[in-house]
C-alpha cells in the first residue's frame, strides 16, 4: 500500500516542481497514532524550504492535486499532513485473495537483479563450548540468509570455525598435562570443561605458558605426528558436538571454512603485504600499522611467526570471492571485533583487493546473564546443552498445564520446538546492536513478548480453521468491517513493507516486533469477533487463514517453525 500511495504522491509533488524518488517518499509517510487521522499520512514540513511556503498550505495544494482512488475512502489534508483513508472493504477483499493465494510467497518484494551474497555466521570454535551468546550470531545469521533468499537474492550460507591456534593449543596442552587418562568424549561440556580448566592453570602459573606455546608451535609446523593425531580426534568429536546443535537451531551451511586451512596462504600473504610495505617488522612480529586511519596497530604473524586470525582473515576473504565469484560477502560477527572487522577491511583497500567495497559488517551484541558478561575462557556461560534442558523441562510443564494427556513422545517433539522458538525469538527480537540480559522466564512467558506467546497465537487460528472444516466459503467482501478485523487487516498489509525494511537495514528484529504485534492483534481480534456461526463466518474465517500464512511466513524468515498444537 506505501508503494501505490507514494506512487500518487510521486506525481501529485511533480505537478508542484518536486521531483522525489518512490522510495524517499515511502519512507516519509507514518500511520498515524489514531485512526481518525486516517490510515497512513504524509507530512509536508519537509518541503517548507523547497517551495518557501507554509507547509499547511503546501499539504492543501498537494492534495488538490491527488485523483481520486477506489482504493481509498477519502484523501484530505489536516495541518501539515495528507491523511489517507483506506476504503476498507475493498482493499480487506484484495488483501486475502492475495494472501490466499500467493501463500508461501506472499510478501516476497518485486523481482530484481539476483546477486549471489556469502552470509559467514556461527563461528563457533572447537575445542571450545558452544554457549547461549552463539545462539545470537547463529539466529541472526540463519534469520538475514532467509530474508534475502525471501528477497530474491542466490545465498551461500558460511561457517568460518576456529580450528587451529592459540585455544587449540591450551586445549590439547591440559589434556596432555591434567586429563590424558580421560577418555575422549563428544560431549559438549566435557570438551568446554577441559578449556576452562587450561586456563585456570595458566592463570595460576604464567610460566606454563611457554608449554603451550612449544605446542602451537608444533602444530603450525605440522611434523608432530602424534599431536597432530590428536588435534584431528579431538577436532571431530568438537565438529560433531555442533552438528546436533545445528539441526536443533534450524539452521544449516552450504560451506565450511577453518582457519588450519587458510594459516599457509595468510602466511603467504603477509610476506607479500611486507614486500610491498604494506606490511612491517616490529619487534620481530609482522604488523600492518593503521594508526594514521584511527585503526591502531594490527598484528598478521607473532613473533615466533605463528599465524594470527588477521592473516587468516585476509586469505579466507580472497578464497571466498576467488573460488565462489560471489558479489557480497557479509560477516555477522560479535561486536567485540568491531576494530578487528575495520582493520581487515581497510587491509584489503590498502592491497587493491578488488572486493574490498564488497565486503560488510554486521555486528551483533553481548548475550549477558542476570549475573553479568559470559566467558568460555572462565566458565562463566550457559552451555547450549545444559541450558536447552532447562527450557524444554520448562516448556513440558508448561504444555501438560493444557494438555494433561498428552503422550510422552509428543511432549519432548512439542517442548523442543516451542523452547528453541523462544530461544531464537529472543534473541532477534531486540536490535542487534543491543546487549541482552537473557532470562529463561521472560523467553518463555507463554503470555507476553515470546515465542511461545506467537506460536501460541499460530495454534490457536489453526485450531479455528480445523473445527470450521475446510469446505467454508471464501465470501470476501460481506458486510462493513469491525474495528477489530481491520486493524488485522491494516498490519497483514503491512507485512511487505517490512521485508523490505528488515532487507534493506539487515534487521531481523524488525519482522521479530512484526509477528508479537501481529499476535496481538490477532487476539483482540478473536475475542472481539465471533467467529464460528457468525453470520460473517466465512469472511472471518478467511481473515484467519490470512493471518496465519502471514505469521508463518514471518516466522520461516526468523528461522522458527511453526506448529499446529500447542
Given at each position: ?7 500518487i ?9 518536486i ?21 497512513y ?5 519537509s ?35 495528507i ?24 510478501g516476497?518484494?518485486?523481482a ?16 571450545k ?12 545469521g ?15 550460507r558460511?561457517n ?9 593449543a591450551k ?26 580448566d ?10 606454563l605458558?611457554?608449554?603451550v ?38 539452521t ?32 620481530d ?10 585503526l ?17 582473515d585476509?586469505?579466507l576473504?580472497e ?79 508448561e ?82 468491517l469491525?474495528?477489530?478485523?481491520f ?20 534487521n ?18 478473536y ?13 472471518r474465517?478467511?481473515?484467519i487463514?490470512s ?15 511453526a506448529?499446529?498444537?500447542?
Amino acid at each position: 500500500m506505501k508503494k501505490l500511495i507514494a506512487k500518487i504522491l510521486k506525481k501529485a509533488l511533480a505537478e508542484k516542481g518536486i521531483e522525489l524518488k518512490e522510495e524517499e517518499i515511502e519512507g516519509s509517510l507514518e500511520i498515524p497514532p489514531s485512526s481518525d487521522l486516517g490510515d497512513y499520512s504524509f507530512p509536508c514540513f519537509s518541503l517548507k524550504e523547497k517551495l518557501k511556503d507554509n507547509p499547511v498550505k503546501i499539504a492543501s495544494e498537494i492534495k488538490n492535486k491527488i485523483n481520486s482512488s477506489e482504493n481509498f475512502e477519502s484523501i484530505q489534508a489536516k495541518g501539515a499532513y495528507i491523511n489517507f483513508f483506506l476504503n476498507r472493504e475493498k482493499i480487506a477483499g484484495n488483501l486475502i485473495k492475495e494472501i490466499l493465494k500467493e501463500k508461501d510467497n506472499f510478501g516476497k518484494p518485486d523481482a530484481k537483479k539476483k546477486e549471489k551474497i556469502m552470509i559467514e555466521f556461527s563461528q563457533a570454535n572447537t575445542h571450545k563450548a558452544f554457549h547461549v551468546g552463539h545462539i545470537r550470531g547463529t539466529s541472526i545469521g540463519e534469520s538475514l540468509a532467509r530474508i534475502f533468499e525471501f528477497s530474491g537474492e542466490k545465498v551461500l550460507r558460511a561457517n568460518y570455525q576456529g580450528d587451529s591456534g592459540m585455544h587449540v593449543a591450551k586445549w590439547i596442552w591440559c589434556y596432555k598435562k591434567y586429563h590424558s587418562k580421560e577418555k575422549l568424549r563428544k560431549d559438549e561440556s566435557w570438551i568446554a570443561s577441559i578449556y576452562v580448566d587450561s586456563v585456570k592453570h595458566l592463570a595460576e602459573n604464567e610460566l606454563l605458558q611457554k608449554e603451550v606455546d612449544v605446542i602451537n608451535r608444533k602444530l603450525s609446523e605440522g611434523k608432530d605426528k602424534s599431536l597432530v593425531s590428536l588435534w584431528k580426534k579431538t577436532r571431530k568429536l568438537s565438529l560433531d558436538s555442533f552438528v546436533k546443535i545445528y539441526k536443533e537451531l534450524n539452521t544449516h551451511f552450504d560451506v565450511y571454512f577453518f582457519e588450519s586451512k587458510v594459516e599457509k596462504s595468510g602466511k603467504k600473504i603477509t610476506e607479500e603485504l611486507l614486500k610491498k610495505r604494506i606490511a612491517e617488522i616490529s619487534d620481530d612480529a609482522i604488523i600492518v600499522d593503521l594508526k594514521k586511519y584511527n585503526l591502531g596497530v594490527w598484528v598478521l604473524l607473532r613473533k615466533d611467526k605463528t599465524v594470527l586470525y588477521s592473516a587468516k582473515d585476509l586469505a579466507l576473504a580472497e578464497e571466498k570471492f576467488k573460488k565462489f565469484k560471489l558479489d557480497k560477502n557479509i560477516y555477522v560477527i560479535g561486536a567485540a571485533q568491531s576494530l578487528h572487522m575495520a582493520q581487515l577491511f581497510k587491509t584489503l583497500e590498502l592491497m587493491k583487493f578488488k572486493k574490498a567495497g564488497n565486503c560488510e559488517f554486521v555486528p551483533f551484541s553481548e548475550v549477558r546473564l542476570p549475573t553479568g558478561k559470559m566467558s568460555s575462557r572462565t566458565g562463566e556461560n550457559i552451555l547450549y546443552s545444559d541450558f536447552l534442558k532447562e527450557m524444554t523441562d520448562y516448556s513440558k510443564e508448561e504444555i501438560k498445564k493444557r494438555q494433561p494427556l498428552i503422550s510422552e513422545k509428543e511432549l519432548e517433539n512439542r517442548a523442543l520446538k516451542i523452547s528453541i522458538a523462544s530461544i531464537k525469538y529472543f534473541m532477534l527480537k531486540q536490535s542487534s546492536n543491543r546487549v541482552i540480559i537473557f532470562s529463561k522466564e521472560d523467553a518463555l512467558n507463554f503470555e507476553g513478548d515470546s515465542g511461545a506467546y506467537i506460536l501460541y497465537s499460530y495454534a490457536r487460528a489453526s485450531s479455528i480453521i480445523k473445527k470450521a472444516g475446510k469446505n467454508f466459503k471464501k465470501n470476501l467482501e460481506k458486510g462493513k468491517l469491525e474495528s477489530a478485523e481491520f486493524e488485522l487487516i491494516k498490519k497483514l498489509l503491512q507485512f511487505k513493507d517490512i521485508v523490505l525494511n528488515s532487507f534493506s537495514n539487515r534487521n531481523p528484529a524488525a519482522i521479530a516486533n512484526y509477528s508479537y504485534q501481529l499476535s496481538q492483534l490477532f487476539n483482540e481480534f478473536y475475542h472481539a469477533c465471533p467467529v464460528i456461526n457468525s453470520d460473517r463466518e466465512d469472511f472471518r474465517l478467511s481473515l484467519i487463514n490470512s493471518f496465519r500464512q502471514v505469521l508463518k511466513n514471518s516466522l520461516y524468515l526468523l528461522g522458527i517453525e511453526a506448529i499446529e498444537e500447542m
